[in-house]
């Protein structure tokens, strides 16, 4: 305290001289920094434009590439204790090569499972699906197709979108709804009775459980009632040692900077929660599989 004062009472001496007679200094802040008004204005609008630029930036190139959350930075993690590994593709993986993927390993253990974008919304089918569909089946992973849920059209019409497009068979995975945004007008509990009809019409007609796909705090806040819990639960959380979750989950997907052959960029990396036959089980079987 003592010199701050002191210091101000030098300052005041130095800058005296420039002051005339019951005037102000000549030298104010914004002189100080700018020098003038025009090069505050240029200062100003140089701020804008980087501001601008980087907007621009996130919007064009980082957030189409930010599908679940993609990170920019990180290596990808492999939980220990898990030995059942699979990934999930869409469009955003471009033209995969089916036979370099098919002998790929990740950690010394073989792909198990493909899950695949199938339909978004009411009226979009991912552009890779039917391809990738039929060749995952065709190389021999237990396959498995995915719903993006989306707010601009009712559970209804999202899940009757979904089974006219998607040809699940026996030995595939359970139909999977991939549900990650609330509308801001919407309560949770009128929330959570859209995400229901959905389930509930896509069980109908395959009678099994669909999988819920939803990030940790998504779930937390959102979907966080026991009448969900019937429902295999597919985690998404990255770059940690272990899931902070404490019900029970089937599936983790716990990086989407995965690197493989056959697959150009960046893949999501996924785990099994159970054995090899726990996942065969899991599958649509002869008894389980609905009429078309």
């Known amino acids: 305290m003592e010199a ?3 210091r101000k009472t030098v300052r005041k001496r130095q800058v005296a001289p420039n002051r ?4 102000k200094s000549k030298t104010s802040i914004a002189g100080m920094l700018f020098g003038s008004r025009t090069k505050m204005a240029w200062w100003t609008g140089g701020i804008l434009v980087v501001v601008a630029y980087v907007w621009a930036f996130y919007y064009f190139f980082v957030s189409p590439l930010g599908f679940r959350w993609r990170a920019l930075y990180g290596d990808a993690k492999y939980p220990d204790g898990y030995e059942i590994r699979g990934i999930d593709i869409s469009h955003y993986q471009g033209d995969i090569d089916w036979e370099l993927l098919q002998n790929a390993m990740i950690e010394k253990s073989p792909i198990r499972f493909v899950v695949m974008k199938a339909t978004e919304g009411a009226s979009k089918v991912d552009p890779s699906f039917n391809e ?7 190389y021999g992973f237990i396959r498995g197709a995915y719903h993006f849920w989306s707010n601009k059209s009712s ?4 899940a009757y979108f979904f089974l006219d497009k998607v040809p699940l068979e026996v030995g595939d995975l359970p139909p999977v709804l991939d549900v990650e945004h609330k509308p801001a007008d919407k309560s949770v509990e009128d929330f959570q009775r859209d995400v229901l009809t959905w389930l509930h019409i896509v069980e109908d007609r395959y009678h099994v459980k669909p999988i819920i796909y939803t990030y940790y705090k998504f779930k937390m806040t959102n979907l966080n009632s026991p009448v969900f819990d019937d429902y295999p639960y597919w985690i998404a959380h990255y770059y940690v040692d272990k899931i902070e979750y404490k019900g029970e989950w089937k599936f983790w997907q716990h990086t989407d900077a995965g690197r493989l052959p056959g697959i ?7 785990i099994y929660n159970g054995s090899f036959y726990d996942l065969k089980q899991l599958t649509i079987s002869d008894d389980t599989e609905g009429e078309e």
């Open 4 to 6: 701050n004062r002191r």
């Open 20 to 23: 005339k007679r019951g005037g």
């Open 132 to 138: 990738n569909f039929q060749q995952a089946r065709e």
């Open 155 to 158: 559970a209804r019409q999202q």
């Open 264 to 270: 150009k960029g960046y893949v999501d990396f996924n």
